[in-house]
């Protein structure tokens, strides 16, 4: 692994590029794109079907290794069968029949859209960390108005589901906001936890996007690179500029932050108009995101879809990511990383590696990126500078596979 060159590297990211480019410079790229787009609408229906077949929470519970070590097929290949499985089988019968379910409304929440619960969602979870595989609910049809929290897990129990079918929104004053936060909704030190349902996130990002007007991009990005050896970015919130007329905070959150987690899972809910980022891995180890969604406007600045940062074993498959910036973007220090069946658009396409400022490791390994759709897309797959190559001796910069990207117009 140590032994590959920078040159050979470079070699190889060329032929990666051209091929790449060839692939859907070829006259048929739309008509493998049609194709494909149909392929993928069986399967979506499909693993709907099955879904519904096992019913209950923890349908999608056990399996999940399986998922994440399915070998790519051939290159150029037109896939005939979806690469993964939906996480099933296995565990479901093992799995209990009910869970004690903690429902937000009962530690009162109200879900009237304009009182504050984060207190009664703090009191559920409390609740929830102290029972393995207890189930959060947020119900259908409420309204949740609920500030920055961490749902914090160093001592909860395993296997936790979030099951969100209710729709939670951020508050829009800036005294919620202190100085500045980096994330609105974080999850971390957890083993086990889904977040699942058919609930949706909305940061309101409008009050956040009109003062961002003078923020250089490049200087925020380099905001979200931490180095490998630190658990969290040096870098002080900046205070306002003066409190002057209650402006939101220069730093803006990140809508679902995921830290130092184990098989984590998000599927089925929508996360829409973050302020920043709008779902974030840092520190995960097993990852799972499918039929997942992004729905922010193109020109909503900094707002990428999905970032991922010194993590593992991550697998996105089957989802649908509109945003105004990286649909995805992969950061340092990830590894075994899959993905595939994204639509992606408007945004700005895939990115991989970082800008390797401030003694950032932007090292990356193992990423395969296949079956993409790009609609209204500033960028394909962008690859960044990397840093100094000494500082990637652990990272081989082995496989990139890039495969089958559609671009219709
Ligand atoms: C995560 O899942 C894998 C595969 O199911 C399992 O081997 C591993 O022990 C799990 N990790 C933790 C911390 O539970
Ligand atoms: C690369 O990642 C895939 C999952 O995306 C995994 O199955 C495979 O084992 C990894 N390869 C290596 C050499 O680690
Ligand atoms: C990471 O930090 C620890 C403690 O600060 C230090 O001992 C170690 O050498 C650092 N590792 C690297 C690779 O910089």
Same mark, same amino acid.
């Not at 910036?325 to 658009?345: A, E, L, M």
């Not at 081989?396 to 596979?401: I, R, V």
């Given at each position: 692994m140590g032994g590959f060159s920078f040159k050979n590297f470079t070699f190889f990211l060329i032929v990666v590029v051209l091929v790449w480019w060839s692939n859907f410079e070829t006259s048929n790229a739309r008509r493998v794109g049609k194709h494909w787009r149909h392929r993928r609408s069986d399967f979506t229906s499909l693993s709907k079907k099955k879904g519904k077949n096992h019913g209950g929470n923890h349908h999608h519970r056990g399996g999940k290794s399986k998922q994440k070590t399915h070998p790519p097929s051939p290159p150029l290949s037109p896939p005939q069968t979806p690469p993964t499985e939906p996480p099933k089988k296995g565990g479901d019968i093992a799995a209990p029949a009910s869970s004690i379910v903690f429902n937000v409304l009962d530690f009162g929440a109200k879900g009237d859209g304009c009182t504050d619960d984060t207190k009664a969602f703090q009191a559920a979870w409390a609740a929830a960390? !102290?029972?393995?595989?207890?189930t959060v609910n947020v119900p259908a049809e409420y309204v949740f108005l609920v500030g920055p929290i961490s749902f914090s897990g160093p001592f909860c129990q395993h296997d936790i589901v979030f099951q969100l079918d209710g729709k939670i929104i951020a508050p829009t004053?800036? !005294?919620?906001?202190g100085s500045g936060l980096l994330q609105w909704l974080e999850f971390t030190k957890l083993v086990g936890l889904t977040i699942q349902g058919s609930g949706i996130i909305d940061g309101n990002g409008a009050v956040w996007w009109q003062d961002s007007t003078y923020d250089d991009p490049i200087d925020d990005e380099s905001k979200l690179i931490v180095p490998l050896n630190s658990t969290s970015p040096q870098n002080h919130p900046i205070p306002l500029r003066g409190n002057l007329g209650g402006k939101m905070p220069r730093i803006k959150p990140t809508a679902l932050r995921f830290y130092g987690s184990f098989n984590v899972t998000v599927t089925g809910i929508t996360i829409q108009n973050s302020p920043q980022c709008h779902l974030k891995f840092d520190n995960c180890i097993g990852v799972l995101v499918y039929n997942f969604k992004v729905s922010s406007p193109g020109d909503s600045p900094n707002t990428d879809g999905i970032h991922l940062q010194n993590s593992k074993d991550v697998l996105v498959r089957s989802s649908s990511l509109a945003c105004g910036?990286?649909?995805i973007s992969i950061q340092t220090?990830?590894?075994n990383v899959y993905i595939h069946n994204i639509d992606c658009g408007p945004g700005h396409g895939i990115s991989i590696g970082?800008?390797?400022?401030?003694?950032?490791?932007a090292c990356v390994s193992n990423i395969t990126i296949r079956d993409i759709i790009m609609h209204n897309t500033m960028n394909g797959v962008r690859i960044k500078t990397w840093a100094d190559?000494?500082?990637?001796?652990?990272?081989?910069?082995q496989t990139f596979k890039f495969l089958k990207f559609n671009y219709p117009s």
């Amino acid at each position: 692994m140590g032994g590959f060159s920078f040159k050979n590297f470079t070699f190889f990211l060329i032929v990666v590029v051209l091929v790449w480019w060839s692939n859907f410079e070829t006259s048929n790229a739309r008509r493998v794109g049609k194709h494909w787009r149909h392929r993928r609408s069986d399967f979506t229906s499909l693993s709907k079907k099955k879904g519904k077949n096992h019913g209950g929470n923890h349908h999608h519970r056990g399996g999940k290794s399986k998922q994440k070590t399915h070998p790519p097929s051939p290159p150029l290949s037109p896939p005939q069968t979806p690469p993964t499985e939906p996480p099933k089988k296995g565990g479901d019968i093992a799995a209990p029949a009910s869970s004690i379910v903690f429902n937000v409304l009962d530690f009162g929440a109200k879900g009237d859209g304009c009182t504050d619960d984060t207190k009664a969602f703090q009191a559920a979870w409390a609740a929830a960390c !102290k029972v393995e595989a207890s189930t959060v609910n947020v119900p259908a049809e409420y309204v949740f108005l609920v500030g920055p929290i961490s749902f914090s897990g160093p001592f909860c129990q395993h296997d936790i589901v979030f099951q969100l079918d209710g729709k939670i929104i951020a508050p829009t004053s800036s !005294k919620e906001w202190g100085s500045g936060l980096l994330q609105w909704l974080e999850f971390t030190k957890l083993v086990g936890l889904t977040i699942q349902g058919s609930g949706i996130i909305d940061g309101n990002g409008a009050v956040w996007w009109q003062d961002s007007t003078y923020d250089d991009p490049i200087d925020d990005e380099s905001k979200l690179i931490v180095p490998l050896n630190s658990t969290s970015p040096q870098n002080h919130p900046i205070p306002l500029r003066g409190n002057l007329g209650g402006k939101m905070p220069r730093i803006k959150p990140t809508a679902l932050r995921f830290y130092g987690s184990f098989n984590v899972t998000v599927t089925g809910i929508t996360i829409q108009n973050s302020p920043q980022c709008h779902l974030k891995f840092d520190n995960c180890i097993g990852v799972l995101v499918y039929n997942f969604k992004v729905s922010s406007p193109g020109d909503s600045p900094n707002t990428d879809g999905i970032h991922l940062q010194n993590s593992k074993d991550v697998l996105v498959r089957s989802s649908s990511l509109a945003c105004g910036d990286d649909c995805i973007s992969i950061q340092t220090g990830c590894t075994n990383v899959y993905i595939h069946n994204i639509d992606c658009g408007p945004g700005h396409g895939i990115s991989i590696g970082g800008l390797g400022k401030d003694n950032t490791k932007a090292c990356v390994s193992n990423i395969t990126i296949r079956d993409i759709i790009m609609h209204n897309t500033m960028n394909g797959v962008r690859i960044k500078t990397w840093a100094d190559q000494d500082q990637c001796k652990e990272y081989s910069f082995q496989t990139f596979k890039f495969l089958k990207f559609n671009y219709p117009s």
